[in-house]
């Protein structure tokens, strides 16, 4: 199978054209590439295919084999990928999720994508459809009991469910120990991806995620969006911020117009390769 590993951020996945290649069992095949030392590395595997609703379709596999809704990093790279290995030669684009259709602008310089805005819709916000089990509905600053420590959660799905938490220190938490009791918690039926934010200022935002089915990722798009959406409906920040991920910035901004949450950020290629599935 021919590969190309991108990453947004350091938010890395194995990408395969599907035009080209087929991949008769995804989820194995995520598992298998997703290994350090013994598969190439990744946060997951995503897959570019035809759409009959729109340009191109993307599936996307968790690192433990479980399908994703949807992936901001990824996405970004699915758009980068198409433009850059003559899938098509439009700067706008519709990619088939999931979550729905997204819409996606393409920044080129020297023949290459190095930034794309996507459109990434209207926040969920109801709890039935995050879902979340909640006692009000948006979930903002309600208390839950978390591995013995009561909290405050902000809940808010962007194709795929996500909780944020508001701390005064993230740096020293350890995601690794902490991570599977937020996202395995009873009250999330589908799981959980899970923000922790240390908001700096009206404008700029810390962020770390621990994503459901891959553990802790140096970035997280939906994440990013989600907890961007958090901050504004719990007064903090204003509608145009930046989010300061471990693998680097993202652009947020929750239109006030449409109501839609657009993202901007790179896309970057790491190689190409090809891998045995069977051995």
């Known amino acids: 199978m021919k590969f190309t590993k991108m990453h947004g951020l350091g938010n890395d996945y194995v990408y395969v054209n599907c035009f080209t290649e087929e991949v008769n069992d995804p989820e194995s095949a995520a598992i298998k590439v997703s290994r350090p030392h013994f598969g190439i590395g990744s946060d997951g595997l995503i897959l570019i295919k035809p759409s009959k609703v729109a340009d191109f379709e993307m599936a996307m596999y968790n690192a433990d084999g479980s399908r994703g809704e949807m992936c901001g990093n990824g996405i970004r790279c699915v758009a980068k990928y198409v433009y850059d290995y003559h899938l098509t030669d439009k700067t706008d684009i519709s990619v088939e999720t999931l ?21 990434m819709g209207k926040p969920v916000l109801k709890a039935e459809d995050i879902p979340v089990t909640a006692s009000f509905s948006p979930v903002i600053g309600e208390d839950i009991t978390v591995n013995g420590e009561n909290k405050k959660m902000t809940c808010v799905s962007m194709g795929n469910p996500h909780a944020i938490f508001f701390e005064d220190d993230i740096k020293s938490l350890d995601l690794e120990k902490i991570g599977p009791f937020y996202e395995n918690h009873e009250r999330f039926p589908n799981r959980i991806n899970t923000e ?23 970035a997280c ?39 839609h949450v657009y993202m901007t950020g790179p896309a970057s290629v ?6 045995n599935l069977d051995e």
Do not use: P, Q
């Open 99 to 119: 979550a729905g259709i997204k819409y996606l602008h393409l920044t080129v310089e020297g023949g290459k994508v190095t930034k794309v805005r996507v459109d």
């Open 221 to 259: 798009g939906t994440g990013a969006c989600a907890s961007a959406v958090a901050c504004i409906l719990n007064s903090l920040t204003d509608r145009k911020l930046i989010v300061h991920l471990l693998g680097g910035d993202l652009e947020i901004e929750w239109n006030e117009d449409d109501g």
């Open 196 to 218: 922790f934010i240390k908001v700096i200022d009206r404008n700029n935002i810390d962020m770390r995620v621990w994503e459901r089915g891959s553990g802790e990722t140096l």
């Open 270 to 275: 790491v190689f190409d390769g090809e891998i």
